[in-house]
């Protein structure tokens, strides 16, 4: 049976116990005890295939935000809760979902020992090569059909860990090999390469399964963001969008049976995804 840990994150106060006690106990939560760190354990059928859940409900106060990145590090799905009446609790969610890539980041840096830069990445990724064949691959590419410059901007507006080395390893590494001179790509004579439909590519850090959930829809009329809000959030990061209630058990079993399918689509990399990459699930 598959096991996957599921790590809840956002502000105080948005409804993370509450959501999980429902998922796990069937029951609600009235008073709010601030959570400091809670473990549940629970078995879940989704699509006639069984999984344990192992959910970690995380605190939501600052005062624990440090013990976040080990959270985070070890996680293998996020369900980022903001709650629909605190649009402040909607901006804190935002450098929670930076810090999970910026810790996934970290964890596939020290993986590959920081031989590989975003670009050859994103190659390596593409032809599931590995470092070596990518490097090889680059010094022969073709810029009609291999790399594009397109890719080489989004290469250095992605790579923020070190933006000047960022913009020297992707020039010397791509530019020289593919276009013959390190010239920016994107001015001419090199924007005539760059397709009228651009394709969307992410390092494998970027592709971990999150959720974005905009809880206490029963308190509507208390409402402060709006489901456009969150569904243009959720298109900007890639995932899904849900709008749930713990006190009326609104979309809380959806929301767990969603995770698990994103969690195994990540684990399968080749198969189908079974959600588009920003949907609306309400």
């Known amino acids: ?8 994150l956002g502000s105080g106060g948005v409804g993370k116990s509450a959501l999980t006690v429902q ?6 939560i009235e008073k709010y005890d601030p959570t400091i760190e809670d473990f549940y354990r629970k078995e879940i059928e989704v699509d006639s295939s069984p999984s344990v859940l192992e959910i970690l409900d995380t605190a939501g106060t600052e005062q624990f935000a440090s013990m976040r990145d080990l959270y985070i590090k070890n996680g293998q799905g996020f369900i980022l809760v903001y709650s629909l009446v605190n649009q402040q609790s909607f901006q804190d969610i935002k450098p929670m979902r930076d810090q999970i890539i910026r810790v996934k980041r970290q964890a596939a840096t020290q993986e590959t020992g920081d031989a590989l830069t975003y670009s050859e990445q994103l190659i390596a990724q593409e032809r599931r090569l590995n470092g070596v064949e ?7 590419c073709n810029p009609h059909n291999a790399i594009t410059p397109i890719q080489v901007k989004e290469c250095v ?3 923020t860990s070190n933006a000047a080395e960022s913009r020297e390893r992707v020039f010397d590494t791509l530019c020289v090999h593919a276009f013959g001179e390190p010239q920016y790509p994107w001015q001419p004579p090199y924007s005539r390469f760059v397709p009228s439909v651009l394709p969307s590519y992410s390092p494998l850090y970027e592709k971990v399964p ?6 206490k829809v ?8 709006s489901s456009g809000e ?9 995932c899904p969008f849900m709008e749930t209630s713990a006190k009326s058990k609104t979309m809380v079993d959806e929301l767990f049976a969603e995770i698990v399918r994103q969690m195994d689509y990540a684990a399968q990399p080749d198969k189908d995804d079974p959600c588009c990459s920003s949907c609306n699930i309400q």
Not at 218 to 225: A, H, P, T
Not at 230 to 238: D, R, S
């Open 134 to 140: 990518a490097a090889g691959k680059i010094k022969k």
């Open 210 to 215: 999150v959720i974005l959930v905009g809880n």
């Open 157 to 159: 507006r992605c790579d």
């Open 218 to 225: 029963d308190l509507e009329s208390e409402r402060e963001v």
């Open 230 to 238: 969150g569904q243009a959030l959720a298109e900007e990061w890639g």
């Open 1 to 8: 049976m598959r096991e996957y840990k599921v790590v809840v």
């Open 23 to 28: 998922f796990v106990t069937g029951t609600f």
